[in-house]
């Protein structure tokens, strides 16, 4: 039977020092050519000062820059659906096709029942579905009323090129 080494422990920890000698010199190599080649120039927040991190770490501090640059809303259930009830009309109204916002509005149903059905994080929730049949009912007279504002406005006067006045 052939006989294994046994391990050297001094011997291994020289080994990774030196592996990870080399990786530090390899990313500084890599950081070096991709600064001569321009990579660095130009980047978001390039010349501004690192923001303060204040006394205290916060550790969803990441979370929070997030939502400030990509200015995002976190409501909870029910009050995202109270916004979204209070809007469903202008954004019904940007929607093309009675399929759209058929489809629209079946899905706001959607959410707030599956809503009423979970656990209450937060305010209590107070909006109700919507009857379908009602809100493209609204949706419809709201349409052909822009389509006869439309119709009935004048089109403005255009002058034909050839008789402008110098």
Do not use: C
């Not at 200015?71 to 009050?79: K, M, S």
């Amino acid at each position: 039977m052939e006989e294994r080494p046994t391990p050297d422990p001094d011997r291994d920890q020289t080994a990774a020092r030196a592996r990870i000698e080399q990786q530090h010199t390899w990313v500084d190599l890599q950081v070096r050519r991709a600064m001569e080649r321009g990579e660095f120039d130009h980047l978001p927040g390039a010349g501004k000062p690192i923001a303060d991190l204040g006394a205290e770490h916060d550790p969803d501090w990441w979370v929070k820059r997030l939502v400030e640059r990509e200015r995002l809303v976190v409501l909870p259930p029910a009050l995202q659906l109270r916004k979204d009830d209070a809007t469903l009309d202008a954004a019904l109204d940007e929607l093309a096709s009675e399929r759209e916002a058929r489809a629209f509005v079946e899905d706001f149903n959607a959410r707030v029942i599956r809503a009423r059905y979970t656990p209450v994080d937060g305010p209590p929730l107070i909006t109700m579905p919507r009857d379908v049949e009602e809100t493209l009912d609204a949706w419809r007279e709201r349409r052909a009323a822009r389509r006869t504002a439309s119709v009935a406005a004048p089109a403005p006067h255009r002058r034909r090129w050839w008789r402008r006045r110098g």
